[in-house]
């Protein structure tokens, strides 16, 4: 099987389970773009500008400022790939990865305080991978196709 029929097929088979209704599909977009705004106000942009409740954080995490700057950065970027259609599912993957460490991270440092939150925020971004697993498809066979 060539690349070029893998692609077309995998896009196939993704397409076919995510057949939304106008109002399902205005209600994961509406999702993404609030979930966008919170990574990127409320999650990202603390930890960019060195807030020193992010610090003392990641200070306490062990790794200091450049974590802590590098986090912040993937999670700006998250949030933006987040309201772009075809990277709105790899965005999704990319913090269900994000949660897990977090999780792992609020059990193991902060003693499991708030860990229920990436817990939640993993869930919710599961559904949205799985919603917008076409445009996952998409974008696979869009990078097969250049190289």
């Given at each position: 099987m060539s690349a070029t029929t893998?692609?077309?097929a995998t896009t196939a088979a993704a397409t076919?389970?995510?057949t939304l209704g106008r109002r399902s599909h205005l209600a994961v977009r509406t999702l993404q773009?609030?979930?966008?705004?919170f990574m990127a106000i409320a999650s990202a942009a603390p930890k960019l500008v060195g807030h020193s409740s992010a610090a003392e954080s990641f200070d306490k995490i062990g790794?200091?400022?450049w974590f802590m700057y590098l986090t912040g950065g993937l999670e700006l970027a998250g949030a933006i790939a987040l309201v772009i259609p075809i990277l709105s599912g790899l965005?999704?993957?990319a913090f269900m990865g994000l949660m897990i460490g977090a999780f792992i991270t609020?059990?193991?440092?902060?003693?499991?305080q708030y860990a229920i939150t990436p817990v939640i925020l993993f869930v919710v971004f599961g559904g949205i991978a799985w919603v917008r697993r076409n445009h996952t498809a998409e974008l696979v066979a869009l990078v097969r196709k250049r190289l």
């Open positions: 893998a692609a077309a076919t389970g995510t773009i609030v979930l966008g705004v790794f200091g400022d965005s999704a993957l609020q059990v193991t440092v902060f003693d499991g």
